[in-house]
């Protein structure tokens, strides 16, 4: 069984702050995706990465795909209250469909 | 934006009764799956679904579970007999390439 560690499991930082969210396993993947959702709707996609070693940027958010293909980072600068929710990430194994979803990140930005 | 689009999104049954949770995907996109997210609990995969059959399903996803696609646009997940235990968001979602438009969920209860 695949696993995908995510830390820290709650976040509360302030406004104007930078953060990192790990996201950890011990399986590789074809790829890695980083959702985000919120209370009552399904997750939204916020970016794939394919590539081992891979960085993303989307705005203030930066994504980065582990060397070995088993771990990534969300890195948020200078975080806003909209950045407030729950981030997932979710990995596909090779040869397989399946999404394995993380743990999940609930982050709280403090105005 | 193109939606996956779940009805209905609430659904309250009572123990022992047949459900019938409905999607409609993307309409350019092929490929088709069911994921449940228990309340607290991370997203769970249930089953993919491509060229009209079952590609993959997990454990989850026992004699209980049916999925069809009957037209060319509906994708349906049919619990036969509910239990307590089904009780969860069912999101719906779907796939071109890279990365899932996942719908808004139906919250099922069972009573």
């Known amino acids: 069984t695949q696993l995908l560690e995510q830390s820290p499991q709650f976040l509360s930082i302030q406004e104007g702050e930078n953060l990192t969210v790990y996201c950890n396993s011990s399986s590789v993947f074809s790829s890695l995706q980083w959702y985000r959702q919120e209370p009552g709707e399904g997750p939204v996609l916020l970016v794939t990465v394919v590539t081992g070693g891979e960085v993303k940027k989307l705005k203030r958010l930066t994504f980065q795909f582990g060397d070995a293909r088993k771990d990534s980072s969300l890195h948020i600068t200078a975080a806003q209250p909209g950045d407030t929710g729950l981030y997932l990430c979710a990995g596909e194994p090779f040869g397989n469909e399946k999404l394995t979803f993380g743990t999940g990140t609930r982050l709280t930005i403090i105005p | 934006e193109p939606e996956v689009t779940q009805t209905p999104s609430h659904q309250v049954t009572q123990m022992g009764q047949e459900v019938i949770l409905r999607c409609v995907p993307i309409?350019?996109?092929?490929?088709f799956y069911w994921y449940r997210q228990i309340l607290g609990q991370k997203v769970e995969f249930l089953v993919s679904?491509?060229?009209?059959?079952?590609?993959?399903k997990s454990e989850i996803f026992d004699d209980q579970f049916s999925v069809e696609r009957p037209d060319g646009s509906n994708f349906t997940l049919k619990i036969r007999s509910t239990k307590l235990e089904d009780s969860a968001m069912y999101f719906c979602?779907?796939?071109?390439?890279?990365?899932?438009?996942f719908g808004s969920g139906t919250r099922l209860t069972v009573v």
């Open positions: 679904f491509y060229n009209n059959e079952i590609s993959e």
């Open positions: 309409s350019n996109h092929l490929y």
């Open positions: 979602a779907s796939r071109a390439w890279l990365g899932y438009t």
